[in-house]
């Protein structure tokens, strides 16, 4: 994800039809300005001078939607004063989507809280409705996906919208357009059902490795692993023809009739109806980390960093970074980091404070070797004995070999997490470790050997 490599993991869409972050980003990131620009029949386009840093935004019909770094809300617009009418004491929200005239809000406990315009059930949250991971709002229903990759709808029925396809599981992202939906799978591939204007359910054949999905009125947007974006549905207006030779895309949102796509430079490029300048990008738009429209939206947003930082190259993946290989930027791109303290960065053992074992490196920087290691042959004669721990007792060790901090010792009763290395046999490979065994004493032999 930056502008040299483009790779892109399963989206977390934050919002639904809210803002799509680049990078799986949440709120709890960080917090920049919000430009807004296009539609202005009810000033939902004008930032209210006290909305101050936002962390995510979503577009209605008429009204905006914000969420700020307190974790609660602020709306504005509308045709309806009952869908700015935020309810009261609206706290720890973590994502935000707006339909036509109704607003949703997802809490750090899982719950949903809708409010606003209600002619078709649009804001009576299922009862019960919990463990919700991501939401999406459509015209006038909405979707809630819940961590076991299952979904629940409600709202306006149109041609079967709130009826999720039978077997659909493993979603990771889901969006909804004006009476129809679209979601996203783990595997990559999309499924769509509803009202089938324009073919906007007739997924592409073929598409797959997708990362991102975005619903508009009547069109969807898919952004691939590799940066490009794949569009379908109504083909009117210009919104379906993606503009030749665009790339590098991080991020996607779809509007009424109109589209915006993140660049991994943080710009924004823009396609489809013009009419209320919503693809008509602010002179010197730059630094944009996130971006946002609505399935019954004329109207674009975006948020813009003004915090510009140096990050370093983290090629082995320790957490740790190269000083000498950087790059500028509002936000790290994949393979960056922000510390720069990593003297080694093809070898991923080798970082400040890390575990030393025999094999002839200064994993931790103190200038010594191997101290504190093991002797091989004590170690061998001690690793034969792992099998004698008792009848009914297999015993696997499950590892990152060039990564001690990422074990697990496996046996038929349960599992038992490692809390370091105690040595290992250069000669057989075998890993010996001290490990907490809680309740189950016939193992302790293996805790705080005396070597």
């Known amino acids: 994800m930056n502008t040299n490599e483009i790779r892109i993991s399963r989206a977390w869409l934050c919002g639904g039809l809210g803002l799509f972050f680049w990078a799986g980003l949440c709120a709890s990131a960080g917090a920049y300005q919000l430009v807004a620009w296009g539609e202005a029949r009810e000033n939902q386009n004008v930032v209210p001078g006290t909305v101050g840093e936002v962390t995510m935004a979503a577009a209605g019909k008429w009204h905006s939607l914000i969420a700020n770094p307190e974790r609660t809300v602020v709306a504005w617009g509308g045709l309806v004063s009952s ?24 809490r750090s406990n899982g719950t949903v809280v809708a409010w606003g315009e209600n002619g078709f059930g649009q804001t009576n949250v299922p009862a019960g409705l919990d463990f919700v991971r991501s939401i999406a709002a459509g015209s006038q229903h909405n979707l809630a996906l819940k961590w076991d990759g299952t979904i629940v ?44 204007v324009g073919g906007v359910t007739t997924v592409p054949p073929g598409l797959s490795n997708v990362v991102a999905v975005s619903a508009g009125s009547a069109h969807v947007l898919a952004l691939r692993e590799n940066g490009t974006v794949v569009a379908w549905g109504q083909d009117s207006e210009g919104k379906i023809d993606v503009p030749p ?30 009419e209320e300048g919503q693809t008509t990008i602010p002179a010197g738009l730059s630094n944009v980390v996130a971006i946002a429209s609505g399935s019954t939206s004329s109207r674009s947003m975006a948020l ?29 791109p994949a393979g960056y980091v922000a510390d720069n303290t990593d003297w080694n960065d093809n070898n991923k053992s080798v970082y400040p404070g890390a575990p030393e074992g025999p094999d002839g490196v200064d994993n931790n920087g103190n200038g010594q070797i191997d101290e504190g290691a093991r002797d091989a042959k004590t170690c061998f004669a001690l690793a034969q004995s792992i099998g004698s721990a008792g009848a009914g007792w297999s015993r696997t060790f499950v590892m990152d070999l060039t990564n001690f901090r990422n074990i697990m010792i496996q046996d038929g009763y349960q599992n038992y997490t490692v809390n370091y290395l105690l040595y290992y046999n250069i000669w057989t490979g075998i890993y010996l470790f001290d490990y907490d065994v809680g309740a189950f004493t016939a193992v302790t032999w293996l805790t705080n050997l005396d070597l």
């Open 304 to 332: 813009v960093s003004t915090n510009i930082q140096t990050y370093y190259r983290d090629a082995d993946g320790d957490g740790y970074g190269d000083p000498g290989v950087t790059t500028t930027g509002p936000l790290p």
């Open 83 to 106: 869908v700015t009418n935020v309810p009261p004491g609206l706290s720890e929200v973590l994502a935000i989507s707006a339909g036509y005239e109704h607003c949703l809000a997802l």
């Open 245 to 274: 030779g665009l790339s590098n895309v991080v991020a996607i949102a779809a509007g009424g009739a109109h589209n915006l796509a993140l660049k991994s430079d943080w710009t924004v490029v823009a396609w489809g109806r013009t």
């Open 153 to 196: 709808a409600w709202g306006r029925s149109v041609d079967g919208s709130i009826t999720i396809p039978p077997g659909l599981s493993n979603v990771v992202a889901v969006s909804c357009g004006n009476g129809f939906n679209v979601a996203l799978r783990e595997n990559g591939t999309v499924e769509a059902w509803g009202y089938d």
